[in-house]
């Protein structure tokens, strides 16, 4: 029987740990080439495609492979690829390009999702599989899996590793599907929602003391090594942290005299 033919694309650990599954379990496919963060001096997604001997593309070189008819491919799986697919990509595979987004479609599009999670004071979050179209996170959708969340605690940090948990198990679930029994594929319309662009996102960190909730705020840009939730003096940004966090990175077997408890995270909360 002939083995399907994947391009795979991502980055991240979660991503290498989803390729890393798909070589393991699925020996009905073949993995023809991996698009990954490659421009980086350390890739793991990268790394577990070497291992295997499979061949490693940008953006360009494997549009040329395309062109040239070095690269072809029967389905397309992304996960928390960056870039925009150009046509060439999406026209290519007789049953599509899927791509795993970390945040709930239609509702949340583009970049931010998580800082937008935590401003607005969501109690759920989700992650999403849809088909790729010419545009952002417009395809039908496939799935939504929705997953409890703290909305009183809850950091960049810490919602995306919970929500690229979820990512895998939903990458798992939605791959095994497709090879399967694709008949069993739901497509749903995916329209309205946010889209929010890295402009805008990086225009929210600007903290406004008279109208931002600044615990809230903070928690909703504290990534690092990216900036977060900042104030400006002298024309030089400072990033904020505040005592949650500052606790969530201590050595939790050393301790301090001069040390002060945390406040209440009862942020909100009505007494």
Not at 192 to 208: A, P, W
């Amino acid at each position: 029987m002939k083995k399907l033919k994947i391009l795979f694309l991502g980055r991240k650990q979660v991503a290498a740990k989803c390729l890393q599954w798909l070589l393991d379990t699925r020996k009905d496919v073949e993995v023809v080439g991996v698009l990954s963060d490659t421009h980086l001096q350390h890739s793991i997604t990268s790394d577990v495609a070497r291992n295997y001997r499979i061949p490693l593309f940008d953006s360009e070189s494997a549009i040329q492979a395309l062109r040239n008819e070095r690269l072809s491919f029967d389905l397309g799986l992304s996960v928390l690829y960056w870039k925009k697919l150009k046509c060439e990509f999406i026209s290519m595979p007789k049953i599509g390009i899927i791509n795993f987004h970390p945040a709930p479609l239609p509702d949340f599009k583009g970049v931010g999702g998580y800082n937008l999670a935590i401003l607005h004071g969501l109690p759920k979050w989700a992650v999403s599989a849809h088909f790729v179209d010419e545009n952002i996170d417009t395809g039908d959708i496939i799935k939504v899996k929705y997953f409890p969340i703290d909305f009183y605690t809850e950091t960049v940090v810490t919602l995306e590793k919970k929500s690229q948990k979820v990512l895998k198990d939903l990458f798992m679930e939605i791959v095994n599907a497709v090879l399967d029994d694709p008949a069993s594929i739901n497509r749903v319309q995916n329209k309205g929602g946010i889209y929010l662009s890295r402009k805008e996102l990086e225009d929210m960190k600007c903290l406004n003391p008279a109208t931002d909730d600044i615990d809230r705020k903070i928690r909703a840009f504290w990534f690092p090594p990216y900036d977060g939730a900042f104030i400006e003096l002298n024309g030089k940004r400072y990033t904020l942290i505040n005592r949650q966090i500052l606790s969530s990175l201590a050595d939790p077997n050393s301790s301090s005299l001069f040390s002060c408890p945390a406040p209440s995270t009862d942020e909100g909360k009505n007494d």
